[in-house]
């Protein structure tokens, strides 16, 4: 299966040490003028969806402030943007982590299938990274916390970072990074200045993907120009899940579920068996996963596509983008069904995963339960 492999002697990947920036020109050029202006707010909420460069504009501002602690100076009146060149010595240092006035507090990873299913900030890590601020910051500069992402915070973890809000310790900077500000308690949204960054237009995310450090050291990295036009259509203006798409092969399993849904409602029986035989081989697990989030996305989209009439994302790969069966056929289906279908589909697809069940199995009964509702025959 055709992807992009990460190779083994690659440099530290993340926002820590990237340092371009594509389409936040907006949202950067607020925080900019917000420092030069004096009255910076204590806390900032940078929202949006996940991949976009909420993280990288939080690390881009935290080299900035600490490289010039003054508003007032003249290279910070002079500069057009928050970069700060690689070579520069806070910047060296904080890619080092020896910088102890920028902390950043995040999920603790684990390889266990449950700790994967969604990260966690624990108070323990809150109180890990904040327990320096009681002191001054070195050269009195800044010291910034950039916690990523709040929406991983427990209660307890939301309530210390919230009695710091509350109480901001002097020339401290908290940058909160969220994905779905609506699951942060409101008291927290209330004393955050928000900032929203969209997701990044084609181009930007093509520029993106050519400099992102997990791919452009990957074993055969495209050219922005070479990268696959289903990951673009696929990743929602998303760097980030661009390149989860780029190496767990979304290019091809895009066109799989293509040539699978197209051929509805008369299901290619072979081509099914085939690739749900091809999908749950042994390491096989994170094509499996994503072609599943392929397949409910799809069909999520085609319901409100045929809803609203917009098409989405997966139009963009063919003409009908896998929705013929949507257009008034003779069978043609209720909504109704093709809603009750998604509900059903991931329903089992939790519980394949979470029971352990035969994804094989799971993977042919949702192919012949798509082709009995194509075909008018029911869920």
Known sequence: MAKAERRQDSPPAG????????????????????????RMAHGWLLTGPVGVGKATLAHR?????????DFQAEAVSKAKDL???DDHSVARRIRAHAFPDVVEIAAETSQTTAARSRPVI??????????????TAG?????????????DMNLSAANAILKRLEEPPKRTLFMLISHAPGRLLPTIRSRCRRLDLLPLGPEDLRRALGE???????????????IPAEIIALAGGSAGEALRLMEEGGAELARDLMRLVGSLPRLDLAFAHKLAGRLTAQKADPEFRLFCDLLLDWLAEAVRAAQTGQPGKFAALEPEGGFAMFNGHAHAPSLA????LWENLAQAHGRTLGL???????LLNAFFALDSVAGGRGP
């Open 212 to 226: 992102a450090q997990a791919f452009g050291n990957t074993r055969g990295g495209l050219s922005p120009a070479g």
């Open 356 to 362: 352990n069940l035969d994804r094989k199995q799971f």
């Open 122 to 135: 624990k108070v323990a890590a809150i109180h890990r990274g904040l327990k320096g601020l009681a002191t």
């Open 337 to 340: 069904q093709w809603a009750a």
């Open 15 to 38: 926002p820590r040490y990237t340092s371009s920036l594509y389409g936040q020109a907006a949202a950067e050029a607020e925080l900019l003028s917000a420092y030069r202006s004096g």
């Open 61 to 69: 501002l935290a080299r900035f402030v600490a490289a010039y602690p």
């Open 139 to 151: 050269a009195g500069g800044w010291r910034i916390v950039i916690v990523d992402a709040a929406d």
């Open 83 to 85: 970069a700060l060149a």
